[in-house]
């Protein structure tokens, strides 16, 4: 087991408490937004040749078009590099400037190279830092706002779903992101979903620099929206932290006879030769198709379901990435 003193230098998540809920929504309480979201698609599906009456996910993603996607920016793409492979991370620093930013700045120093995954707890996180203080801090990193929100900007676009949510007002997508949002506090906040990526911190909110990060790998413990700072989402090589040995100490951290993951290095994506980079697309998720796809994950068209959901839930909802074609 690791020391008490290094264990209170860690910045902790803690594990998530269950909630659950049934939000019904038929179509005589249809709602404005589901009327949008089922034509817009119809619309889509209209228009693509071939489309099938109930087309499922697959047939979606195969009739889509040049401008339902988007490379990454290379400028806002961080490669963690592990022994095994490269994970892809898409920072958001439309939500989180300040710890973009401070990411950014320890990634040019290289300061997570070499520094361990130091926790894998069964269906939580990943998190990897440097509890032992052994690279110093580089110039310009200090305490930032903590970022758990942001106020709402008039021009975000936004693909609402229409069947609720338990932890906010609306829920959505916008810029590949899940997100969600009220508009009586005129605030718009990340969810912390599968895959979501967050900065470790203590007690003090301002305690978190990005300099500690964790990486969702469970059951989305939406709980922790709005309580810790997101700063992007893993869409490539999530199946190696999944696949990492869990930590058998407090938490899920390592104790002192495991050996952990270290980590190669960490780069932003703009930083590595061309040749070298992971060339990926991400789905629109302001477009008829990303509708589309939407409703055919609501209703799934395939012969397996007899009972069709009629809804969905936000971390449910597949954010697709490929390689060009």
């Known amino acids: 087991m690791m020391t008490n003193k290094q264990s209170s230098e860690i910045r902790r998540i803690l594990p998530p408490e269950r909630h659950f809920s049934d939000v019904c929504n038929t179509l005589r309480s249809m709602t404005p937004n589901l009327r949008f979201l089922l034509l817009t698609a119809l619309a889509f599906l209209t228009e693509a040749a071939g489309a099938q009456s109930q087309p499922g996910m697959a047939q979606i993603l195969a009739a889509t078009k040049p401008s339902d996607w988007r490379r990454l920016d290379p400028d806002d793409t961080l490669y963690v590099d592990l022994p095994k492979g490269r994970v892809v991370i898409a920072l958001a620093p439309r939500f989180a ?36 203080n052994r690279h110093p801090i580089p110039p310009g990193i200090g305490k930032v706002a903590p970022e758990f929100d942001s106020p709402l900007p008039r021009d975000m676009a936004f693909t609402r779903l229409p069947d609720g949510d338990v932890y906010a007002p609306e ?63 893993v869409v490539k090589g999530m199946e190696l932290l999944t696949s990492l040995p869990r930590g058998s100490g407090d938490m899920g951290f390592y104790a002192k006879d495991e050996v952990p993951v270290p980590i190669k290095s960490v780069r932003i994506a703009s930083d590595v030769p061309p040749p070298d980079r992971t060339d990926l697309e991400i789905m629109r998720t302001d477009t008829p198709a990303f509708a589309a796809l939407v409703e055919s994950r609501r209703n799934r068209p395939e012969s397996f379901f007899k009972i069709q959901a009629g809804r969905i839930e936000l971390c449910n909802v597949p954010l697709v990435v490929r390689q060009p074609p």
Request: glycine share 12%.
């Open 97 to 132: 400037p300040l710890h973009v930013r401070n990411i950014k700045t320890l990634a040019h120093a290289k300061y997570f190279d070499g520094l361990p995954v130091l926790r894998v707890q069964e269906n939580y996180v990943v998190q990897w830092g440097d509890p032992d």
């Open 171 to 233: 829920v959505g997508f916008s810029d590949g992101f899940p997100v969600a949002r009220s508009a009586k506090l005129g605030m718009a906040w990340l969810a912390h979903c599968y895959g979501m990526v967050g900065v470790g911190r203590d007690i003090d909110v301002e305690s978190g620099s990005g300099a500690e990060l964790y990486v969702v790998i469970g059951h989305s413990p939406r709980h922790l929206d709005r309580n810790v700072a997101l700063v992007g989402r």
